[in-house]
């Protein structure tokens, strides 16, 4: 895909004025940069994240070449869906995002069901995250003491890593930034070290031709063009939530190029690491079955054990651990910046208390308590069944992606009346939309099929049952909730012209 431009367009002077015209007076502290506002996207993507905790699922579904090829494939056509987001968050950069860009460009209907997509979709996110970090912690203590977590065990972790994302997002925009910068390092380096170690230490590599051709059916399915597509939800799963930059957009400085930015080069950057990374990974698997059912429950800790020994698995652990804490944190921002939007336009039972600022940070505590506590609910049914919880942390995925592509296909349905803002695809714009749009329609059909054969109870995808619940749930507050729902509508204002840059 050519590179973007940001050109010229027109569009007010400075970041308030611009917030004014769009309908909504700036409350939030604009503390956060460009580089700031790319970490986040960054930190809740998170290579360490996703492609750790997925990769027991690449292994069955398809196998090295599914999980190699998948990944720079993925990548290619996810570029384009962020390509088409940024495009319309640079006209519309609110911290609603999606929900804000569905109500000017297709009304609110589209607006209210996408932004409840959105939100149980992002705290689907930090329970998707916040456990798989829990997950990686007790694989930790398992290596250092010999500690079994069970259910309880493992819900305990989650809630303490919660608690600890609550109290660093109620502190301010400042420190998110900071620790958003950070983890873009963590993340970078911690790749390096991987990598490095693995290309090092062990005494035997599997070949090119083995990473790249060697093919792994464990589904019970027998069409390898079925179980190759179940194998791209490694990387599907892991592109998600790069609308964190969207959602930062009213505490990040010249907001309309910045989010936008921040959104395309994350997923860039993403793209390249997470290659390297599993490269790295999949040339030093050893014992394939040994590694797939590891006692630690983690495939990458037996491959570090394997290749590192207990002290070096242990400490690339830490480090993976890390990363996992600065992707949870980076998500429940996002998530308590969309609680405060939608409130603020009316959209939740009792918007009035989770669209309090502090008064001291200009933070949303209401929003990050409420992210956090529906992230532990949503968690409660590990306690019983894995089934059960995979279920309802699949809406992070059902609802993201679709919700991802609406506000684009809304603005290829408005044509020449779409604004543009001043980092815009040109009249490349149109192509790659729909590009992304048709993407995300495959890809949403692929998420909800069955990835396990035979089909039973335990085996069965809810993904498709999360989603509907979803849109169900949505459908029956609107009776109530369109009452007091309103989003502004966007003042029809002199603006003054913006100068664009080359990205």
Not at 115 to 122: A, D, H, K, P, S
Request: charged residues 10%; contains cysteine; neutral net charge.
């Amino acid at each position: 895909m050519p590179p973007a431009h940001a050109a010229p367009s027109a569009l007010p002077s400075g970041d308030e004025e611009h917030l004014r015209l769009l309908g909504y007076e700036s409350k939030l502290h604009r503390r956060m940069g460009g580089f700031g506002n790319f970490a986040s996207s960054f930190s809740v993507i998170s290579i360490l994240s996703g492609c750790m905790t997925m990769f027991a699922f690449g292994m069955n579904a398809g196998g090295p070449a599914v999980m190699f090829w998948g990944w720079i494939g993925v990548g290619a056509m996810v570029l384009f869906v962020g390509a088409a987001l940024a495009e319309v968050t640079s006209a519309y950069p609110t911290s609603g995002a999606l929900f804000y860009m569905d109500h000017q460009l297709g009304g609110p209907r589209w607006s209210f069901a996408v932004g409840w997509l959105n939100l149980l979709g992002l705290i689907g996110g930090i329970c998707g995250i916040d456990y798989g970090a829990a997950s990686f912690v007790g694989a930790f203590l398992n290596m250092q003491f010999g500690y079994a977590p069970t259910p309880l065990g493992l819900l305990g972790i989650f809630a303490v890593i919660l608690l600890l994302h609550a109290a660093l997002n109620v502190r301010g925009v400042r420190l998110l930034s900071v620790l958003n910068s950070i983890s873009v390092w963590w993340h970078l380096g911690g790749v390096v070290l991987i990598v490095a170690a693995l290309a090092f230490a062990p005494v035997h590599h599997q070949d090119a031709s083995w990473v790249t051709t060697h093919f792994v059916n464990n589904t019970g399915w027998s069409n390898p063009l079925y179980v190759s597509a179940l194998g791209l939800l490694l990387a599907q799963y892991t592109f998600s939530g790069y609308d964190a930059s969207a959602h930062m957009s009213e505490e990040t400085t010249r907001a309309s190029v910045a989010a936008p930015r921040g959104i395309v080069r994350s997923i860039l950057v993403s793209w390249i690491a997470g290659a390297v990374l599993l490269a790295g990974l999949l040339f030093s698997i050893g014992d394939y079955d040994a590694v797939l059912n590891s006692s630690t429950g983690v495939p990458p800790a037996q491959i570090f054990l394997d290749a590192l020994g207990l002290t070096g698995a242990k400490a690339l652990l830490l480090v993976v651990i890390g990363a996992q804490l600065f992707c949870g944190n980076a998500e429940t921002a996002a998530s308590a910046r969309m609680v405060y939007a939608f409130s603020r336009d009316g959209a939740l039972p009792a918007s009035g208390l989770w669209s309090r600022l502090s008064e001291r940070t200009g933070t949303p505590v209401a929003g990050v308590w409420l992210s956090v506590v529906a992230a532990f609910v949503l968690a409660l049914p590990s306690l019983y069944s894995t089934v059960a919880y995979g279920a309802v942390t699949a809406v992070n995925v059902v609802g993201m992606t679709p919700a991802y592509a609406v506000p684009v296909y809304l603005r290829l349905r408005r044509g020449g009346r779409f604004r543009p803002g001043p980092w815009n695809l040109g009249r490349r714009g149109p192509l790659v939309g729909w590009i992304a749009v048709v993407w995300v329609a495959l890809v949403s059909v692929v998420v909800c099929l069955p990835q396990s054969y035979p089909v039973t109870v335990d085996t069965f995808n809810y993904a498709p049952v999360a989603l509907l619940a979803v849109l169900l749930l949505a459908a029956v507050w609107w009776r109530w909730g369109r009452r007091t729902y309103a989003p502004p509508v966007q003042q029809s204002a002199e603006l003054v012209e913006l100068a664009g840059e080359v990205v």
